[in-house]
Each structure stands twice: as structure tokens, then as C-alpha cells.
């Protein structure tokens, strides 16, 4: 989960991005004529002929437009380029040529890859007469994955990838060993500085990758983050069982990080992890593993269940993450539910008179990863999110019904925990339906379906408006007191609110610090839940600055992610950061929010200063929370999304789980990013 600074959201540089936007779509359409004083449309009378078409040469296309190809020219962009690179070396080792993987990152945020595979062919492309390397490094869509024998099965198959990390970099260094040579080429942003060359003599194959990404390209950071390249390269280990990488941080030679993956298990490798550290507890010892094979072909399924009310269900293809499911995914969750049922039936687990077990049942409290390999792979867009082939859906489907029924019969005392498990969640989901409608039934004949301590705003478009959930009534009068009331709604909360991790829906819905949290932004919860029917586009925690604040916020977040996720994958959802320090002399006063800032200001102003720490937001009236914490034209807020949901769920899970040891651990390694914290 990524928090990102905001502040004073309509500022003279958006105001101006926004006119330039403006006219570049409408480009002075009205222009006053001096005797008339009439308006003509000019828009019609300016040229559009075929001068003005343009045709963007070799990489520059992708140098125009990276987010493309890349996705975004933010953090997120730049470690995909880490990952194109590393993708390659991925496919080597699906084709069976590759067996180890070296990533290292050097001072100046400099990366190298580099594998033990075949090596990128070096002899001459006749299409374009230059040496293959030349051509897979320049060449939009030239590549091995198109047909040939190359490559039967691979993630990356448009043939983009290389080449647009060389476009992307500020310069790019490849080093091929194949034929008892070394082959040596450089590129500054996709253009040869030099051609192919030989450098040395060697006995191995493999190809080297060296980069450094363009600033003029990533204005925001070429700093990578080591966390989030291990995320990747440990799940690729995990895929790939067998498979040795190596990644190693040598930016500060004084701390070098080095961590090694390689998992034999695979797949029920990869589950174990997902389990242990979140910190669940298994409801059964050994992951349940299954594949087959299929002409070209394959799929491989494995899963465990424990004893959350949530799922975890990762899927790949190719080695690809399919983010956003497929077909795949699709044969999956049907063959399990026909499964469970049929299982159930037959074994009298469930009565006649019993209602069919749902998906949501048999899924709660289940870990599993898919990961199928076929040729000519189908996905939507270039980021892959989604199979489309519609094969898979049988082969999945089909592997999982008859070998989990053979497992189930073979594995009754497993089964009956299973089935267990799926029926108290199949109770609760009923007793859920049952408390939502009393609650509605209840909350209608209230309040008109808002809750009584709401101070609504009077501007009802969801656009303009936002909502502060306050914590404590004290902060709570001072926020409906110094509010703009056209646009700004205020919601207190009373005590600590429940931890919906460790609670099913039935317990969530009539909760009375929840509800009125669901009342008074009107979307529904759970799968019932409407991202339409938003009250407001602004969905603000403010809370103390100090640790009963922190664990409210960790608490209300939770909810959000386990119930109402679409507020976060929308970005609907800021933390207001009220001022830690009030600094004032004589009838000067600024607020500092950091120790820091209060030190600059103190500094500043010279001796004499008087230093008021705020300990709660209750010690701020109207005004001042108005000045600190709510005037959009000042305020500070961070703005909550998801960059990645398996991490986030795993962070949930780790926080406000029952187990002690990995919220302990947790806590130890991020307590370096802990700042102005009273704890």
C-alpha cells in the first residue's frame, strides 16, 4: 500500500497543466473580430493535411509515449524495467537452457542482469542485416517468441520488452557469451553508440544486461527499492522450481544486502510462504498439489487452506501475473465449488435440505496459486492482466475436479477440516444476509439510512464533497465547527472499533462503530458493496498523531481493504495529517509537522520561541484545524492506493492477525520509516 504526499490539489501548476491540456484539445476556437466584436470559429480554418501526420522512427515512439509500454514513468515503471530485463532470463529457463539468475544493483542505482542461458543470437538478422542483439535491442516487436523454434513457451511475446528498456535508459551495455566469444554493445537512450563487437574469449553462454534508467525519462526516482525487486524475483523462484536467483544490493558498499532464492518445492513452496508469513495457521500439514500436461500445454495448482475468514488466489501464465484473473482463474473457482458440493453430497456432509455451498464458502480461508504455460498465450494489453485463452478453462477445470475428489476420497480427515471450514462460513454468510437486513430494516425507520452524529455537507454532488471521520467527539465539535459546511461532512468516532480481520461479515455488519461509517458513504459492504452510490469522492481518516491514532487508522483501513476495496483502488481514501507543533512569537505563529520543520521555524524566528506540541486534535479548536488540517488551499493529506493487493493483504494479515512473532518482525524492520510518532 503506497501513500503519496498531497497538497493544496489545485495548484497554480495543475491550473496551468490544465489550461495548456485545455488548448491543445481546443486551440483558441473563439477570436474576436476588432470591429464587430463578434466571435468566429477559427478551429475550422487551420490546415490539416498530411505534413502533419507524423511518423515516430525506431525507439522514439517509445521515448513519446513510455507509460505505453511501461505503465507509468513513476516507481512502478521503473522496477518494470528491471523486470522486462529479468523476464528474458525467465523464458531461457522455461526453455530448459537456463539454471541461474544474478541481479545486482550497483551505486548510482545501476542495474545488471545476468543469466547462464543460450545468449541472445549475435549472428547477422537478414530482415534487417544488423546482428540479431542489434535488432532485439532496437527494433520494436523483434524477438524469438513469434512462432520459430526459439521459444515454445514465454512471458514476453510482443517482442517489446528489451528494446524498451534500451529506449528507456540512459545508456545500456549488453554483453553476450556464445561461440567461445564475448559480444559487447552499447546503447545511449536505443542508439548505438558503437557496433557489435568481440571483447574477450570465454567457454560459458549466457547474456549480461547492464542499464542505468534515463532521468530525463523517470523524473520522479531511479532509486530503486531492494523490497520490491525481491517481492518479484521470490515469486519467480517460486514458479520456477529448480531455478537459482541471486539478488544483491551493492549501493552502499558498507551494507551490501544479498538474498538467494531457490525453492525445489515450487509451487507448494509458494503457498507455505503465503501462509507462514502472514502468520495463519494451516488447517492441514502439507499444501495440496496438483498438474498435468497437455500437448504444449500445462497447468499446475496448489493450495492450503488455514484458519482466516480471507482468500489469497495468485495466477499465472507464462510466469506472467494475471493481476486481473482469466480463464484460468475461471476453471479454478467453478471446478472447486462443483467439487465441494458434489463431494458433500455424496459423502452425506450435505443434507438434502442443506443449500448448495457458494464460491465466497469453499474459498474462505484458502491460499492457492495457478500457474499454467501455453503457446501463443493470450493476454489483454501489453501489461498481460488478464488470459483470454479459453482452453485453459477446461484443462484447470477438469485437473482440479478429478484430482481433488481422488485427493478428498483418499484424505477424509483432511476433507472433513475443509468442509468444516466451508460450512461455518456458508452459516455466517447466512446469518450475515439476515443481520444486513435488520440493519436496513433498522437504520430506515431511524434515520433515513444516515446516521444520527453525521454533520452532512450541503453540496450533494460526490465530486466536490469529502467526509472526515474524526476520532473523538471532542475533535469531532471542533471539525463540524470549523468546517466549510458546503463540501465538508464530519463523522466522529467513539472507541476502538472492531478488527474485521479476525471477524466474518456477520459480526461486521451491525457493528456499532462500522455502521455508521457504511451509512453515511452509502455503498454497501462485502458483495453487496456499490462504488456508485459514494456520498463522497473524499473519504478522509484524521486521527491523533500518536499511537491510540495510529492503531484507529490501521483499524479503519482494514475495513476498507477487506470490505469496501474499491474506495482504495479508486483513491478515494486520505489520511489528514494534522501539525505536530505550534511555533510562536509575540503575534507570529506557524505550525511545524515534523521535528524537522519545527526546528527550521525555531531557527528561524530566533530565541524566545514559544513550542506547543499537540498531543490529540482535541487540543485544536476551529480555527486551528481549519488552518492545519482542513483548508484545502494549505492542508497536507496523504492519499491511500494500491500498488499491489497480495502485498497489502499480506500486511493486513501481518498487522492484525492473531500471531505475535510476524507482526513482530514486521515492526522491527519497518521501524526506521516511524516518524513523529509519541510511542
Sequence with gaps: MEENNIKNENTEAEQELALDRADEVMPDYAEELPETGEYMDTAVTETYDASQIQVLEGLEAVRKRPGMYIGSTGPKGLHHLVYEIVDNSIDEALAGFCTHIE????????????????????????????????????????????????????????????SVVNALSEWFEVEVS??????????????????????????????????????????????????????????????????????????????????EYCYEGGLSSFVNYATMSRGLTPLHEQPIHFSTVSGERSAEIAMMYNDSYNEILLSFANNVRTIDGGTHENGFKNALTRVFNEYGRKYGILKDSDKNLSGDDVREGLVAVISVKLTDAQFEGQTKGKLGNTEMTQLVSQTLYNKLMTYFEENPAVAKAIFNKALEASRAREAARKARDQARRKSALESNSLPGKLADCTD???????????????????????????????????????????????????????????????????????????????????????????????????????????????GYVYIAQPPLFKISKGKKHVYAYSDAERDKYMAEMGPGCDIQRYKGLGEMDAVQLWETTMNPEDRIMLRVSLEDAVEADETFSILMGDKVEPRREFIEKNAKYVQNLDI
Aim: glycine share 12%.
Design 460 to 570: 450533494k454532488n460526490p465530486e466536490n464533497t469529502e467526509i472526515y471521520i474524526v476520532e473523538g467527539d471532542s475533535a469531532g465539535g471542533s471539525a463540524k465547527n470549523g468546517r466549510d459546511r458546503h463540501i465538508q461532512a464530519i463523522l466522529p468516532l467513539w472507541g476502538k472499533m472492531l478488527n474485521v480481520e479476525k471477524s466474518r461479515l456477520d459480526k461486521v455488519i451491525g457493528n456499532d462503530k462500522l455502521t455508521p461509517v457504511v451509512l453515511a458513504l452509502g455503498t454497501g459492504i462485502g458483495d453487496e458493496f456499490d462504488i456508485t452510490k459514494l456520498r463522497y469522492h473524499k473519504v478522509v481518516i484524521m486521527a491523533d498523531a500518536d499511537v491510540d491514532g495510529a492503531h484507529i487508522r490501521t483499524l479503519l483501513l482494514t475495513f476498507f481493504f477487506r470490505y469496501m476495496r474499491p474506495l482504495l483502488e479508486h
Design 178 to 259: 556464445q561461440n567461445g566469444h564475448v559480444h559487447y554493445q552499447r546503447f545511449e537512450r536505443g542508439t548505438p553508440t558503437g557496433e557489435l563487437k568481440i571483447i574477450g574469449d570465454t567457454k560459458t553462454t549466457g547474456t549480461l544486461i547492464r542499464f542505468k534508467a534515463d532521468p530525463e525519462i523517470f523524473t520522479e526516482t531511479t532509486v530503486y527499492e531492494f523490497e520490491v525487486l525481491e517481492r518479484r524475483l521470490r515469486e519467480q523462484a517460486f514458479l520456477n522450481a529448480g531455478l537459482n536467483i541471486r539478488l544483491t544490493d551493492k549501493r552502499n558498499p558498507d551494507e551490501i544486502n544479498e538474498q
Design 103 to 162: 541481479v545486482e544493483m550497483l551505486p548510482g542505482d545501476i542495474i545488471t542482469v545476468r543469466d547462464n542461458g543460450r545468449g541472445i543470437p549475435v549472428g547477422i538478422n537478414e530482415q534487417q542485416g544488423l546482428p540479431a542483439v542489434t535488432v532485439v535491442l532496437t527494433v520494436l516487436h523483434a524477438g524469438g517468441k513469434f512462432g520459430g523454434s526459439g521459444y515454445k513457451v514465454s512471458g514476453g511475446l510482443h517482442g517489446v520488452g528489451s
